[in-house]
């Protein structure tokens, strides 16, 4: 993870945070993949991407969260949730593009 990345991260979970969620896990790894940060809200456990793009030249940050992206980040979802967690969840992404922040709560279900 370079500096720049895990830099757009805290600023995602700083957000968070700000609109009343409580962070359980930033950069939780699996064999599986990796999940930006695992929060938590209204009994809910989210999953978050979190995805950077200077300007949207290339298309939105969340075009990045492809079939493939979210298969890797569902099954390491899965893991986590093995230990028995019976809450609800979902999936969200945070794109930030420039300065602007955007979250788009349950961008996705299963694949």
């Known amino acids: 993870m370079t500096s720049v990345g895990k830099q757009y991260e805290q600023l995602a979970a700083d957000y968070l945070c700000n609109c009343g969620y409580t962070i359980l896990n930033l950069n939780y790894r699996t064999r599986f993949g990796e ?29 990045a969260v492809n079939y493939y992206k979210q298969k890797k980040l569902i099954a390491t979802a899965q893991l986590y949730l093995c230990s028995g967690d019976d809450r609800q969840c979902r999936f969200d992404i945070i794109e930030i593009t420039g300065g602007t922040i955007r979250h788009l709560i349950n961008a996705f279900s299963e694949v």
Do not use: H, L, M, S
């Open 35 to 63: 999940v930006d940060i695992i929060a938590q809200k209204d009994n809910c456990i989210i999953f978050v991407e979190v995805k950077y793009r200077a300007n949207t030249k290339y298309g939105n940050p969340c075009e």
